[in-house]
């Protein structure tokens, strides 16, 4: 049975950071390309982050360049995204989406939510 939970997110002043955790029982993420998306109350979903298994380079949006960085850990099945100087607005749920770097099909966790506030 396949199972993906995100964790990490909470509360976190501008200029802080936060680290994400995807973590998937079922099969193993290594094999997979992996995104990150996110969605704030009224707004569309948006990539962060596409990790490709063909050619093993991860992109970001350009809105998270510089400042999120995307690492696996394949001794723990889990996979992170590393958020710092946070802005008020990454605030959003994040989403862990396992085989899918363009938002249709994979496997999705049940998101995290990250809030940016002073």
Same mark, same amino acid.
């Given at each position: ?13 501008? =200029? =802080? ?5 995807? @973590?998937?029982?079922?099969? @193993? ?12 109350? =009224? ?34 099945? @889990? ?11 990454? @605030? ?6 396992? =085989? ?19």
């Amino acid at each position: 049975q396949v199972h993906i939970v995100e964790s990490g997110g909470g509360l976190v002043a501008p =200029g =802080g950071s936060l680290r994400l955790s995807c @973590t998937a029982s079922g099969f @193993t993420l290594d094999y997979y390309a992996i995104g990150w998306f996110r969605q704030a109350p =009224g707004k569309e979903r948006e990539g962060v982050s596409c990790a490709s298994i063909s050619d093993g380079i991860t992109s970001y949006a350009d809105s998270v360049k510089g400042r999120f960085t995307f690492s696996r850990d394949n001794a723990k099945n @889990t996979v992170y995204l590393q958020m710092n100087s946070l802005k008020p607005e990454d @605030t959003a749920v994040y989403y862990c989406a396992v =085989g899918t770097c363009s938002g249709y099909g994979g496997y999705w966790g049940q998101g995290t939510q990250v809030t940016v506030s002073s």
